[in-house]
C-alpha cells in the first residue's frame, strides 16, 4: 500500500468555501458607451478557474479566500477566477480540443479510442500515460490539474459536462488493484473525502477491464492531467 499527501494541502481548509453555482451571467462585457455584449455565461461553471485561484495561492502561501458565497460579478474575486478561467483553457483550444477527442473516441463509439489509436480503453490509457504524470506531480509536492471525462460523443457542445479538478493524495494498492485520488472538486467544497476511484475488474469476455467512478456518483469515462499556468 502507497499513501502519498500533498504535505500540509486540505480542500477544507485551503480550496474555495462556496460551490462552484453561478447565476446566468455574462463572464465579460465587451463594448463601449451605450454598447455593451456580455461574452460567455458563467452558470456553465467555472471550475478551472477556480482550480487556478487555488493553486495560485497555495504556491504562494496565501490564505483562500474567507467568501462562503460565490462572489458577485464585478467584484475583485469573480474577476480572477474568469481570468483563470480562460487560463485554464490553455490558449481556448488545446484544452477543449483535449476534451473533445476523449469523448469523441470513446470506445462506446463506433470508431473509438482503441480502433483507432491501438492504444487501448480509455481507462488502459488513463492509467498508462496521464496517471504517471498525475503520480509525479503528488509525489514533488504539487497539486495537478485533472480533466475529468464524464460523457462520450462527438458534439463539442457537450464540452459544459466535462470538469475540472485538483489532485492533492492517493492511495495506491497493487495487490488489490484498487487506485484513489483525492481531489479537490469546485463542486464538492469543505470535503477531504472526495475521490477518483480505479479498479481492475474482468469484462464480460473474461478480459482485464479497468473501472472508474468519482465517490460523489459523478459518471467519470478516463481522466487525464490538464495543463497548469501560474498567474
Do not use: K
Not at 89 to 106: E, I, K, S, Y
Not at 165 to 184: K, N, P, Q
Not at 197 to 204: K, Q, S, Y
Request: glycine share 12%; net charge positive; with cysteine.
Amino acid at each position: 500500500m502507497i499513501d502519498r499527501t500533498v504535505p500540509g494541502f486540505l480542500p477544507s481548509a485551503h480550496g474555495l468555501r462556496f460551490a462552484n453555482r453561478w447565476p446566468a451571467t455574462p463572464a465579460f462585457w465587451l463594448g463601449a458607451g451605450y454598447v455593451h455584449l456580455g461574452i460567455g455565461n458563467v452558470a456553465d461553471g467555472l471550475c478551472g478557474g477556480m482550480c487556478f485561484v487555488v493553486r495560485d495561492r497555495w504556491e504562494a502561501a496565501v490564505p483562500a479566500p474567507e467568501a462562503a458565497n460565490p462572489p458577485p460579478a464585478g467584484s475583485p474575486l469573480f474577476g480572477e477566477i474568469v481570468r483563470r478561467q480562460v487560463d485554464s483553457f490553455d490558449g481556448l483550444v488545446r484544452l477543449p480540443l483535449r476534451f473533445w477527442a476523449m469523448a469523441a473516441l470513446h470506445p462506446t463509439r463506433p470508431n473509438g479510442w482503441s480502433r483507432l489509436t491501438g492504444l487501448g480503453s480509455h481507462g488502459a490509457v488513463t492509467l498508462r500515460r496521464e496517471w504517471p504524470r498525475i503520480r509525479a506531480g503528488i509525489d514533488a509536492g504539487r497539486l495537478p490539474q485533472v480533466g475529468l471525462v464524464r460523457a462520450a460523443g462527438p458534439s463539442p457542445l457537450m464540452l459544459g459536462r466535462h470538469h475540472q479538478v485538483l489532485a492533492w493524495s492517493y492511495r495506491l494498492d497493487a495487490a488489490a488493484g484498487t487506485l484513489a485520488v483525492r481531489i479537490y472538486d469546485p463542486n464538492w467544497p469543505g470535503r477531504d473525502d472526495v475521490e477518483l476511484l480505479v479498479g481492475l475488474d474482468r469484462d464480460a469476455t473474461g478480459r482485464q477491464a479497468v473501472t472508474m467512478a468519482q465517490s460523489t456518483g459523478e459518471p467519470l469515462l478516463a481522466f487525464f492531467e490538464a495543463p497548469y499556468s501560474p498567474p
